[in-house]
């Protein structure tokens, strides 16, 4: 069965604090790996990941994807109480003539000031 | 990215009453994906709704519980039926990314999401 697994399920941080968020995943015939940032309802995207070793980057937050360890990390450095949110991270794989997205439970992050 | 409506936003409902959920996106976009996340879960796919064919239902879904209309290529509702308290969800429809066509990308751009309490 497909599936993509966070850690850790939350964390709480002081303003400044650099976190490190994880994520793995076992899906069958995968594309890539997203992130998103989930504050209430919606999730907004933050990353796609296709190849392993190249880390994105944006302000603060950077992520890397390793296919051979079926792993992605997402830091956040310097985080601020604007952070607070969950995030989500979700593998992209070929579907029936498609592709289809598999979600973590996500990781609740709080900063506190 | 596309800009993603959806009506209502929240509802409170009745069991065994109906919902119809809205999504309108400002482009067009061939792929449209019906979502549920209940309450500390995550987003889980209910359906895939391509214009001009019949919704793909993952498993544990179906189309009487769950049916969904794609009458173009900007719009898309889904219903659900005969509601149960453990309906109670936020429902979220997504698009493809079609920014740049000229790129294959798996990236899904979320609506804001309906919040359903059914009592």
């Known amino acids: 069965e497909d599936k993509v697994v966070q850690s850790p399920l939350s964390l709480v941080v002081h303003e400044g604090d650099t976190v490190t968020l994880n994520c793995s995943y076992e899906?069958?015939?995968?594309?890539?790996l997203l992130w998103y940032k989930q504050e209430k309802k919606a999730p907004t995207f933050l990353f796609m990941l296709t190849s392993s070793g190249i880390e994105k980057k944006s302000g603060r937050l950077s992520s890397i994807l390793d296919k051979k360890e079926l792993f992605s990390i997402l830091n956040i450095t310097a985080t601020q109480t604007g952070d607070s949110a969950i995030y989500l991270c979700?593998?992209?794989?070929?579907?029936?003539?498609?592709?289809?997205?598999?979600f973590g439970k996500g990781t609740k992050l709080s900063v506190i000031p | 990215s596309a800009v993603i409506s959806q009506k209502p936003s929240r509802d409170i409902c009745q069991r065994g009453t109906s919902l119809t959920i809205q999504c309108q996106v400002d482009?067009?976009?061939?792929?449209m994906f019906w979502y549920r996340q209940q309450p500390g879960q995550s987003l889980t796919l209910i359906a895939t709704?391509?214009?001009?064919?019949?919704?793909?239902?993952e498993s544990g879904f179906v189309i009487d519980k769950f049916p969904i209309s794609r009458p173009n290529l900007t719009f898309s509702t889904l219903t659900v039926s005969n509601m149960s308290p453990e309906d109670s969800s936020i429902y979220l429809c997504?698009?493809?990314?079609?920014?740049?066509?000229?790129?294959?990308?798996?990236?899904?751009?979320f609506g804001p999401g309906t919040r359903l309490t059914v009592l």
């Open positions: 899906v069958t015939n995968f594309r890539s």
């Open positions: 997504s698009v493809e990314d079609v920014s740049n066509l000229a790129i294959s990308t798996d990236t899904q751009y």
């Open positions: 709704a391509n214009q001009g064919s019949e919704a793909t239902y």
């Open positions: 482009s067009q976009v061939t792929m």
């Open positions: 979700a593998a992209a794989y070929s579907g029936a003539g498609s592709y289809q997205l598999t």
